[in-house]
């Protein structure tokens, strides 16, 4: 069995490792499936089961709209004749980025829509949603230790994990 390709993505406010989702989207791709097609969603949550993902029935909805969310970037790409492929996140202390706990996350009932954050972050890791609240689309661009993105939203409506899960991550090497 070939080894499958490995990504993260962000499902509501937390990360989650989808294995093999480059492969779907490929194949998916390849079919003539379009990004706005009825129940692609629900499509690419069944076929990441199919390649071991464990996707709790409850989180179902949720993983349909991150992977989908995915796969029009992925789309995307391929009209424009690019070579769609996964992030490098890189590393932090020797460790790859995706493993290091620091994003932040926004309490959507308390984000007025403003546009501070994602005007003031220039690693992109926010963006607007259709009612202009703001949402974290690139959790590891977000700059390890960094939480200034806190001190500009008006509302407080930006949090992060405390300092202190960093103190496991010491240097490799």
């Known amino acids: 069995m070939a080894k499958l ?3 993260q993505i962000l499902v509501g406010q937390r990360p989650a490792s989808i294995q093999g989702l ?3 989207f490929d194949e998916l791709y390849e079919q003539g499936h379009r990004p706005d097609e009825t129940d692609l969603g629900l499509t690419l949550v069944e076929q990441a089961r199919k390649k071991y993902n464990l996707i709790p029935k409850q989180a179902a909805d949720d993983f349909a709209q991150a992977m989908l969310r995915e796969y029009h970037k992925y789309a995307e790409q391929r009209l424009c004749g690019c070579t769609p492929k996964g992030v490098d996140y890189g590393t932090w202390r020797g460790y790859r980025r995706e493993h290091v ?3 932040p ?3 959507l009932d308390l984000c007025d829509g403003c ?5 003031f972050c220039s690693f992109g890791v926010f963006e607007p949603t259709p009612d202009g609240k703001a949402t ?3 959790p ?3 700059q390890v230790g960094c939480s200034s993105c806190t001190s500009v939203c008006p509302p407080k409506a930006i949090a992060f994990p405390p300092r202190t899960v960093l103190d496991a991550f010491r ?3």
Do not use: L, N
């Not at 546009?115 to 005007?119: I, L």
């Open 136 to 138: 974290v689309v690139e």
């Open 22 to 24: 480059d492969e779907i």
């Open 105 to 107: 996350t926004v309490a």
């Open 171 to 173: 240097p490799i090497g």
């Open 101 to 103: 706990p620091w994003f």
């Open 5 to 7: 390709s490995h990504r």
């Open 140 to 142: 590891f661009k977000c």
């Open 115 to 119: 546009g501070a954050c994602y005007k």
